[in-house]
């Protein structure tokens, strides 16, 4: 069984995060924070769309680092999620800090993938 995250979850994350780290609190767009929680679920003609557990957290990872639903901390609360994700599901994650800031700056700037990305979470597991 997946062990998705809530919403409430995403936004207690993602405020901590700003509590912690700083920068500005707020949700720019609900609808956009919801669909971010419903993404990994996701099915195409009764197939999920994204069917391994790396796939799901990339899910995570893009679409709030794309999306820019918060105010602020896209990127910190992209990876947190995905991080949570992972670890909810069994997954160690192994990769030092400096690797996950460079690799959710890379995600922005050139868009990667959710392929690219998922195999880059993989990876970084255990």
Do not use: C
């Not at 609900?30 to 557990?53: D, H, M, N, T, W």
């Not at 460079?102 to 597991?125: G, K, S, Y």
């Amino acid at each position: 069984m997946i062990h998705y995250l809530a919403e409430e979850e995403l936004l207690l994350a993602h405020f901590k995060l700003i509590e912690r780290y700083g920068g500005s609190h707020g949700v720019r767009d609900l609808k956009r924070i919801q669909s971010v929680i419903e993404a990994p679920k996701q099915e195409v003609f009764g197939a999920e769309q994204y069917s391994a557990i790396f796939e799901k957290a990339a899910v995570y990872l893009r679409n709030i680092i794309g999306d820019h639903p918060f105010a602020d901390g896209n990127k910190r609360t992209g990876v947190t999620a995905a991080v949570l994700f992972l670890k909810r599901n069994g997954q160690v994650f192994t990769a030092r800090s400096g690797e996950l800031e460079d690799f959710a700056v890379r995600v922005a700037t050139e868009n990667l993938d959710v392929p690219t990305i998922a195999a880059w979470l993989r990876t970084h597991t255990r």
